[in-house]
Nanobody, 123 residues
Framework: QVQLAESGGGLVQAGGSLRLSCVAS????????MGWFRQAPGQEREFVAA????????YYGNAAMGRFTIARDNAKKTVYLQMNSLKPEDTATYYC????????????????WGQGTLVTVSS
């Protein structure tokens, strides 16, 4: 079992920055990917970024490209999402997820989820 706990969400003005954190506890292995997804009200869950515990090659969704950076600290079992140049359309609940198998960008490929942290970007 893997437990995930996100933090770092909040209210920020457009153009500002936030850093989200996700602490993993329980059974994790170096081969696993960790992902960030987001979901706005009335919309489907959207892939943001993913990174492996053992690789420095991250994956990014279209919305994150060029503005967000995913990073990890293996010793702390923590994955971060640095979000810069935030826009009102980035407003959503952001979820951390533990990968199982399948396509990295698909939410169905992940079987562990945190409770989410709300990010609100005001214009």
């Amino acid at each position: 079992q893997v437990q995930l706990a996100e933090s770092g969400g909040g209210l920020v003005q457009a153009g500002g920055s936030l850093r989200l954190s996700c602490v993993a506890s329980g059974r994790t292995s170096n081969g696993d990917f960790m992902g960030w997804f987001r979901q706005a009200p009335g919309q489907e869950r959207e892939f943001v970024a993913a990174i492996s515990w053992s690789s420095d090659s991250p994956y990014y969704g279209n919305a994150a490209m060029g503005r967000f950076t995913i990073a990890r600290d293996n010793a702390k079992k923590t994955v971060y999402l640095q979000m810069n140049s935030l826009k009102p359309e980035d407003t959503a609940t952001y979820y951390c997820a533990g990968y199982r198998d399948g396509r990295i960008q698909d939410a169905a490929s992940y079987n562990y989820w945190g409770q989410g942290t709300l990010v609100t970007v005001s214009s």
